[in-house]
């Protein structure tokens, strides 16, 4: 009974330590530990019970956030013209980085290089079985690997969210910037 | 006399630390400040002393690659063909990042976010004006901004240093990616 109890409470004290560090780290990415701890109602040995380090706390984070932003992305028609479904899966994606900008910051600083990118996994994914069909009805360039494009695609998005940042270009104009680049890097050289 | 000797001595201890942090980050992008100490032949200390922190030997050490690299750069061609000076320019570029690729990884890891880019600001200047003349010639596309297409480069560029990193290409295909996967997305739309 009482090892279930505690049980039951590391769970709730889990939920309430990535529901505030979610909340902290999208509105700072430099959140510490500490603000962390005092938002979710824990104290600091608690928490660092829970995840060891700060790295850790921010990697269950973005696990969790890479998860919702798949339930999102699993509901993206793309069926139809290539072109058209990178569109509408481009659109959907940038309306999920920009949500998460600050955490997505948050994580490339905290975690080691080469982590953000492997924690995308699943989203990339489904952009390389896109990338795929499109080469095969001849819409994408196949001079290049898929794998390269995804990474393209991936490395054009994020630096987006540094123009942001960095105030050079807003959020409306990111997913038209992104589209239009990313259309004509992916079409066959020699063709329209 | 006393204060002469002292001051050069802090320029050789100066120089000998950001040799061998250069050389240790090279090999190591986690090379801690202990290692570099010691390879320097000097206390930590003393390097403390010079270099208060981690993250200000780093940002140092890339300061100084950079310069470096803006020599080399300073000597491309950019006279000609728009596209074939952006072949160019790529080429040498994406040599210094591969050469610079440890501690390209040490500064991202290490620095906060946009200091990176911050530190860029020279070779990207000299790609804008490339860029520009080429607008202006009509080669590279004028519907997205210049500032735009020159971090769709940078982005491009060290997401390559990724990618090889990840042993998904490979040092001698990541240039002709590069420049096959930029002079498309630098294309102006509707023209070949």
């Known amino acids: ?7 039951a409470d590391a769970q709730r004290n889990i939920a309430a330590i ?8 999208g509105r700072d990415p430099g959140a510490s530990t500490s603000e962390i701890a005092k938002a979710a109602g ?9 995840f060891p380090s700060r790295a850790e706390l921010v990697d269950a984070v973005f696990v969790q956030a890479i998860a919702t932003g798949e339930e999102t992305l699993g ?7 290539p072109r058209d479904a990178l ?10 980085v920009d949500q998460y900008r ?45 794998s390269w494009l995804v990474s393209v695609m991936h490395n054009v998005m994020h630096g987006a969210a540094s123009e942001i940042q960095a105030g050079r ?10 589209t239009a680049t990313l259309l004509a890097a992916f079409t066959p050289p020699q063709s329209e």
């Open 87 to 96: 569109t509408r899966l481009i659109e959907s994606s940038w309306h999920l």
């Open 1 to 7: 009974m009482a090892v279930t109890t505690r049980r």
């Open 102 to 146: 600050a955490l997505l910051l948050a994580a490339q600083d905290a975690l080691p290089p080469g982590r953000v990118q492997e924690l995308h996994a699943d989203p990339m994914a489904r952009v390389e079985r896109l990338l795929e069909r499109g080469r095969s009805e001849n819409v994408f360039r196949t001079d290049l690997p898929t």
């Open 42 to 50: 824990v104290g600091r040995v608690t928490l660092y019970g829970h």
């Open 75 to 81: 509901q993206v028609d793309l069926t139809g013209d």
């Open 18 to 25: 990535l529901t505030a560090a979610a909340d902290c780290l």
């Open 169 to 178: 270009i807003t959020s409306d104009q990111a997913a038209p910037y992104i």
